[in-house]
């Protein structure tokens, strides 16, 4: 499959990583806005992850990774990039600035978007419901990383016990969004020194976790604190059950999807670990067993999560599952 990828930010360039190794893959093209220069610097040298195993380097045209050529193009709008002469099958747009599907199909390419939308033909979360996905289903959303680490142990809970009402609470790294220092943005809060406060603020997860889990509609209250850590994030997920939970029936649940169909998508700690174990991780949701509680019908779990390492882990699998299926 030839992967043509829109904005080489931290999901952009962790995706180029981990195609680049994988022979089912060829990156075939990549737009930024920024220059060759500075983008293979960056994918040189991470500050979460450390050196590449491959040297990036800028050339005319575009980059070149250990001296194979890739065209990098340099435009804003989506539907302006020759993703077709370059002969690109499926574009992954990892700029986070367009939500909907309007500006992202000009190019008539099937795109999957790393961010939830509503207005996508589905949004999906490899593991649970990629398998709906139809061929006339091209504009696809990824969700979000927090959607990816509440969706795969609630699915196991909610089919188990059932679900009358699911609260979360993610605490979350700091990203892009944030400013490092006070500055003028619409959210108050968010509008704060990210590397300095905790951040009580809204998260995308609430309205993709009911478009992926429908049964849970009207039921999904979720709320994010941005916490001053660079990588690595947690949910706390509250699941209040339709069915007696005893906590020896929850552990066993959850093991039982970690064994079988979640395998690697939903994994278990043993361990009484903190953030930066779970650096590099590639499971999207990884339950703390330890921290599993359950009283009078409420579930509550701790479920960590990189959420650079595991999105790009489950964006690799889906576009793996659409090159088998020929979608
Ligand atoms: N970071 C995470 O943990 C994470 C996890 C899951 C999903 N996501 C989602 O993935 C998306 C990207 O997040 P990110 O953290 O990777 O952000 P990021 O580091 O800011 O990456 C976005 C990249 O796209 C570039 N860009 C901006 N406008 C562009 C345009 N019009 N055309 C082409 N490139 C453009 C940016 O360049 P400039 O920097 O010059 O603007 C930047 O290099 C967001 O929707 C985010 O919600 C992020």
Aim: glycine share 8%.
């Amino acid at each position: 499959m030839r992967v043509g990828i829109n904005g080489l930010g931290r999901i952009g360039r962790g995706l180029l990583k981990a195609l680049w190794d994988d022979r089912r893959f060829e990156v075939a093209a990549l737009n930024d806005v920024a220059g060759g220069a500075i983008l293979a610097h960056l994918l040189n040298h991470d500050s979460y992850y450390g050196s590449w195993g491959h040297r990036a380097k800028a050339t005319e045209t575009g980059l070149s990774v250990d001296g194979r050529d890739v065209p990098l193009f340099r435009g804003a709008t989506p539907s302006e990039i020759p993703w077709n002469g370059a002969r690109v099958d499926w574009v992954v747009d990892a700029t986070g600035r367009f939500k909907g599907r309007a500006p992202l199909e000009g190019h008539g390419l099937p795109v999957i978007l790393t961010a939830s939308s509503r207005d996508v033909d589905r949004q999906v979360v490899y593991g649970v419901n990629h398998e709906t996905l139809a061929p006339s289903d091209r504009i696809l959303s990824a969700t979000s990383c927090t959607t990816h680490c509440v969706v795969p142990p609630v699915f196991a809970l909610a089919r188990r016990f059932g679900c009358r009402s699911l609260w979360f609470n993610t605490v979350h790294c700091y990203n892009v969004s944030q400013p490092l220092v006070d500055a003028p943005l619409d959210d108050p809060r968010r509008a704060r020194a990210g590397a300095l406060n905790l951040i009580p603020t809204t998260t995308s997860a609430s309205l993709s976790v009911e478009a992926v889990l429908p049964e849970l509609k009207g039921m999904v209250h979720g709320m994010a604190v941005r916490v001053p850590a660079p990588a690595v994030s947690l949910t706390e997920i509250t699941l209040l059950a339709e069915r007696p939970a005893r906590r020896e029936d929850v552990l066993a649940c959850l093991e039982e999807a970690a064994q079988g169909r979640l395998k690697g998508i939903l994994t278990l700690s043993r361990e009484a670990l903190v953030s930066q174990d779970f650096l590099g991780n590639p499971a999207s949701s990884i339950v703390d067993l330890p921290l599993v509680a359950a009283h009078e019908g409420a579930v509550r779990l701790i479920a960590w999560y990189d959420n650079e390492a595991g999105y790009v882990a489950r964006l690799v699998d889906l576009l793996a599952y659409l090159k088998g299926r020929n979608l």
